[in-house]
């Protein structure tokens, strides 16, 4: 066990020696704070952004000053990888890594000048699994107005070639591939998302989003040719020590 232990250094002190210790940052939005507009108002987009994310990214960096061991993993490879944790910081890293990782799939789920539906495979997918485009938003908003309390609405699959798409909820900020699902398409149902301008009406929100969803982004999501979750995580942990 000291060997293995000892290895394990040496690899983490490598690694850091090589890339560096990595902090995690908030990305920049792609648009403005008023593009999303009428749909979602820029205050909220403000709010959300700058100080919601932020917030996330600020703690999960200051979680891990003291474990550089840990600095060279991606948010989502720690969010994946709980139980290589220590206890003491499990349920802080679980919240901050996935808000920060949810929220940066949230960003790039927008689009000022969406496209108007989604085309292609994926379309022919909803088409084959909820029997129309309008029966799926349809599901998508009642799972989401539904969901009890803090969490996301997803569309995901499976690994399996033949994998049917499938809508789930999360509680706080869990993500598809803690249990082994690929995310297509998520919608925040965090008050802090939509209650400035919606105020208790998360439907409203929910039917209001379609409006600026970026269909091609999901589709690009939908074709991920991934045939594990570790063949995601392993690409990810490459992006973000720069090496891809």
């Known amino acids: 066990m000291d060997d293995l232990i000892h290895q394990a250094l040496q690899t983490v002190t490598k690694l850091c020696s090589e890339y560096g210790l990595k902090k995690h940052h908030l990305p920049p939005l ?27 990214v600020k703690k999960l960096n200051e979680i891990l000053l003291e474990y550089p061991e840990l600095q060279i993993y991606s948010a989502l490879w720690l969010l994946c990888n709980l139980d290589k944790l220590p206890e003491s910081i499990k349920a802080d890293v679980q ?15 927008l689009k000022p000048f969406r496209v108007s539906d989604p085309k292609g495979e994926l379309r022919d997918a909803i088409n084959r699994d909820f029997g129309s485009l309008v029966a799926f938003k349809k599901s998508f908003e009642e799972e989401g107005a539904k969901h009890f309390g803090s969490g996301w609405v997803w569309l995901v699959k499976g690994f399996e070639p033949d994998s049917k798409l499938q809508i789930i909820t999360t509680k706080g ?17 965090w008050e802090h998302a939509y209650y400035l301008q919606y105020e208790s009406r998360r439907h409203d929100y929910l039917k209001a989003w379609w409006s600026v969803v970026d269909w091609d982004q999901a589709n690009l999501c939908y074709k991920n040719s991934a045939s594990s979750v570790n063949e995601i995580l392993a690409a990810n942990n490459k992006q973000f020590l720069g090496l891809s």
Request: proline letters at 5%; zero cysteines.
């Open 173 to 189: 900020h869990d993500h598809p591939l803690m249990q082994n699902l690929v995310p297509i398409l998520l919608n925040d149902v």
């Open 95 to 109: 919240k901050f890594a996935g808000g920060h990782v949810n929220h940066s799939l949230f960003w790039n789920a």
């Open 30 to 56: 792609k648009y403005d704070y008023a593009a999303l507009e009428p749909y979602i108002d820029s205050r909220t987009m403000i709010l959300h952004h700058d100080i919601h994310h932020a917030t996330y």
